[in-house]
């Protein structure tokens, strides 16, 4: 079982900057890949950017790169975004996820824990 709680979000005017950090608990942390994922209001959840368990591989979403980095400290267990060039339409709440196993993925269904998600919304 692993629990995730996200934190950082807020309200940031466009082109500035966020990190968003999650903290995991469980032993199974560091051979778990990490997701983020955002959900605008009225839109289907989306993914943005995952992380393998040793950090040597990500993947982005379209919308994410060149902008957007993940990283994760295992010994913290904790999974980071950190959001660059910020725009309006970032504006969602982000989840961070857990899945079993140690490969990253961008399919949101093989994600298994799930926090509550943290608010970040950019002014224009």
């Known amino acids: 079982q692993v629990q995730v709680v996200e934190s950082g979000g807020g309200l940031v005017q466009a082109g500035g900057s966020l990190r968003l950090s999650c903290a995991a608990s469980?032993?199974?942390?560091?051979?778990?890949?990490m997701g983020w994922f955002r959900q605008a209001p009225g839109k289907e959840r989306e993914f943005v950017a995952s992380i393998n368990w040793s950090s040597s591989a990500t993947i982005y979403a379209d919308h994410a790169k060149g902008r957007f980095t993940i990283s994760r400290d295992n010994a913290k267990n904790t999974v980071y975004l950190l959001m660059n060039s910020l725009t309006p339409e970032d504006t969602a709440v982000y989840y961070c996820?857990?899945?079993?196993?140690?490969?990253?993925?961008?399919?949101?269904?093989?994600?298994?824990?799930w926090g509550q998600g943290t608010q970040v919304t950019v002014s224009s």
């Open positions: 469980g032993r199974t942390f560091a051979r778990n890949a």
């Open positions: 996820a857990a899945k079993i196993g140690m490969v990253a993925t961008s399919e949101r269904f093989d994600y298994e824990y």
